[in-house]
């Protein structure tokens, strides 16, 4: 198997060679879906304890320093995010002439935009709930009239490769930008840049857009709508002012409804102040890469209970230090909540505390990865401490209870959907972000990334 990979791989970008040699102001919403089982209907053990693992593996991925691999919008304009049964949102876009309509995962904590390509692309472990390995929807160059590959010399090559790009293009002849690999929590993915017409809800058509063509993945049933900080990510080739969204509260299913995600160009005249937003700035790595794609905020401190407990929290990993470990950033594409060992033995130790009445079932929490699970005999009686977030500036992000402990069916018990690795110790210096704020914390907030202002506003909001 280890040979037939490359070699399948040379036929699939072959075929993308040969094939390759053969707009007003407007305003974007996108629609964004959950990923994701609900832990009411299906949340049984072994199917959210997989979803924590894939949490914990996902901020493993985040935390690990990996090479990064315009059309611009001018108005505004709303798609659909719809929840989905693995732990995300989904948001389906449009490329080429005529357009063909491609779902893809919704992911601010990384950039490149990528779709499944060509009638021979494979993906290996892809067998998850409700996703058939053998119907993943692929995008068909062959019927696009205006699909490019990109050019090795190309400006746009730079993005995956940076300067390096210089080396990999010897000679003065034209050839394509190198194939890239991309690794993400879970897998990876393989393909050929190409550029490609971009269709947004409105009758929006954004030519020349940069996004990848893959040809193989591993353990990555669909592509990725990158909304990283990084120059190929969406929001940066459109040049976008702003975009935001409000995700609906999970059910791990793959039921169609919908919130929306709103894109606002460099002349909308819809990027007003939403009423009761609060704001806190959008932080730097100092070390840039390669943690600069992500979305940083500064988190001061933790409060737990009706007396607003202070969690005890090392300072130090509160920001990015110069060596860019530590800090917090805001990812879509991670369910549940990471954090460091050093800051999640502070927090489970004053929860505990403050449910001490509570009888605990360690077993289930050796099993299902949650650091805090609770047999509770009846459940109409249950009151769980509250959980507030405080952010630079006095944004304060306080949690419904459905945010961060979830009632386990087939076990009867619940739990808090914060994960950390299983060390109890952990290390005494941060690898990466410290926190990674997933979506499940981020049900039913309207979040808007303020790219022209630098800074992320916070309303907290029933979804719909």
Known sequence: ??????????????????????????????????????????????????????????ACHL?????????????????????????????????????????????????????????????????????????????????????????????????????????????????PCPTYLMQYGLGSTSGRPITENLDLPGNIVVEDFFLGCSVYSVQQPQGIAGFGRAPASLPNQLKLRKFSYCLLSHNFDDKPKSSALTLIGTKSSCAGRVHGVKYTPLLKNPSKSPYDEYYYIHLTKITVGESKTKVKLPSKFLVPSPNGNGGTIVDSGSTFTFMDPALYGPLI??????????????????????????????????????????????????????????????????????????????????VGPAIILGNYQQQDFYIEYDLEHQRLGLKKQKCK
Not at 1 to 23: G, T
Not at 389 to 397: L, Q, T
Request: charged fraction near 15%.
């Open 1 to 58: 198997m280890a040979y037939i990979f490359p070699c399948f791989l040379c036929l699939s970008f072959l075929l993308i060679l040969s094939l390759a040699s053969a707009s007003p102001p407007f305003t974007i919403t996108l629609s964004l879906s959950p990923i994701t089982h609900s832990l009411a209907s299906t949340n049984s053990r072994d199917h959210v304890s997989d979803i924590a693992k894939f949490t914990i593996q996902r």
């Open 63 to 175: 935390k690990t320093p990996h090479k990064k691999p315009s059309p611009v919008l001018h108005g505004s304009a709303q798609t659909p995010l719809y929840p989905k049964s693995y732990g995300g949102y989904s948001v389906s876009l449009a490329f080429g002439t005529p357009p063909q309509k491609i779902p893809l995962v919704f992911d601010t904590g990384s950039s490149l935009m990528w779709v499944p390509c060509t009638k021979s692309y494979t993906c290996d472990n892809c067998t998850f709930s409700h996703i058939n390995p053998n119907k993943i929807a692929t995008f068909k160059l062959r019927r696009s009239a205006t699909f490019r590959i990109v050019d090795c010399r190309s400006p746009k090559c730079e993005w995956l490769y940076e300067s390096d790009v210089r080396a990999r293009c010897p000679g003065s002849r034209p050839q």
């Open 349 to 430: 130790k004053e929860m505990a505390a403050q449910t001490r009445n509570y009888k605990r079932v360690h077993d289930v929490e050796v099993q299902s990865g949650f650091g805090l699970c609770y047999d509770i005999l009846d459940a109409r009686n249950v009151s769980f401490p509250r959980l507030v977030f405080h952010f630079k500036g006095g944004v304060k992000m306080e949690l419904p209870v459905a945010n961060y402990f979830s009632f386990m069916t087939d076990l009867g018990v619940w739990c808090l959907t914060i994960v950390s690795p299983s060390s109890p110790a952990g290390p005494s210096v941060p």
